[in-house]
């Protein structure tokens, strides 16, 4: 069974940074697409940012372009979000996800717990 799970999530000032941290059991990097979405109450979950290991292809919002950065350890099966100079906006409750689609973004995989990023003004 492919279970993310999510972690790395707190409560920062704004301006502060987090890293995320997504292990991704069940389940092989090679050829996938793997990414982070998030998701406020009464919203639709939203692709942040993701990358299709298939073709190299890295896809940012334009809200966190330049300043959240993706990166993945394949051999570890962890997928990462570097982000920094984050915004009160950017508070969400942050979810990974991986399938076998030609990506970049996993719309179709399994999502985990997900973890709470709350920033402060």
């Known amino acids: 069974e492919v279970q993310p799970v999510e972690s790395g999530g707190g409560l920062v000032q704004a301006g502060g940074s987090l890293r995320l941290s997504c292990i991704v059991s069940?389940?092989?990097?090679?050829?996938?697409?793997i990414g982070w979405f998030r998701q406020v109450p009464g919203k639709e979950r939203e692709a942040v940012s993701c990358?299709?290991?298939?073709?190299?292809?890295?896809f940012y919002d334009y809200s966190v372009k330049g300043r959240f950065t993706i990166f993945s350890d394949i051999a570890k099966n962890t997928l990462y979000l570097q982000m920094n100079s984050l915004r009160p906006e950017d508070t969400a409750i942050y979810y990974c996800?991986?399938?076998?689609?030609?990506?970049?973004?996993?719309?179709?995989?399994?999502w985990g717990q997900g973890t709470q990023v709350t920033v402060s003004s």
């Open positions: 996800s991986a399938d076998r689609g030609y990506g970049p973004c996993p719309y179709f995989g399994s």
């Open positions: 069940g389940f092989s990097f090679d050829g996938a697409a």
């Open positions: 990358i299709s290991i298939r073709n190299g292809e890295i």
